[in-house]
């Protein structure tokens, strides 16, 4: 059954340096979703209304920020992920702001994900090869997307761009 996320996606050479390890490591998820930084997962929200409204709000007052996605490491499923590096916080307070009640907001780390074990055997041998490494070139997050995934890829049902002003 198709999951609904919020997402950011990755822009210029960092998302470029994460999808040539996903193909690399994971083609089927490089094929079925760009790289992204997971915002709300399906499991935190069950009200579309209230969610879409919410984001709706937040986008149209939070600057572009920019993140790196940092080392590599096993991740909580044992795949392996990037850990994402938000010097200015604002993917932590967006989660905050967005996921207030009556939704409930599961611990999660701000991640890439480079090699998924649904979609991907390689998982020890992608983490060996990366021995930690990571990567230093930032990216801007300019919008928050909301996106249905299944076994056919992702489809975006609707962009909000970040249009707030820094400072």
Do not use: C
């Amino acid at each position: 059954m198709p999951r609904r996320y919020l997402l950011l996606a990755l822009t210029g050479e960092a998302a470029e340096r994460v999808q040539r390890m996903r193909r690399e490591w994971d083609p089927v998820m490089a094929e079925r979703i760009s790289p992204h930084l997971t915002l709300i997962y399906p499991q935190e929200v069950d009200n579309e209304e209230l969610l879409l409204q919410r984001v709706a709000e937040v986008a149209s007052r939070t600057a572009p920020f920019d993140v790196r996605p940092g080392r590599a490491e096993r991740s909580n499923l044992g795949g392996v992920w990037l850990r994402v590096v938000d010097e200015s916080g604002t993917w932590s307070r967006l989660r905050a702001t967005i996921l207030t009640p009556p939704f409930a907001p599961y611990p999660v780390t701000p991640h890439v994900t480079i090699v998924h074990p649904r979609t991907s055997p390689w998982s020890s041998e992608a983490l060996a090869a990366m021995n930690g490494a990571g990567i230093e070139q930032t990216s801007q997050l300019d919008e928050i997307i909301y996106t249905e995934t299944g076994r056919r890829g992702t489809k975006v049902l609707e962009r909000f761009q970040l249009e707030g002003i820094n400072g």
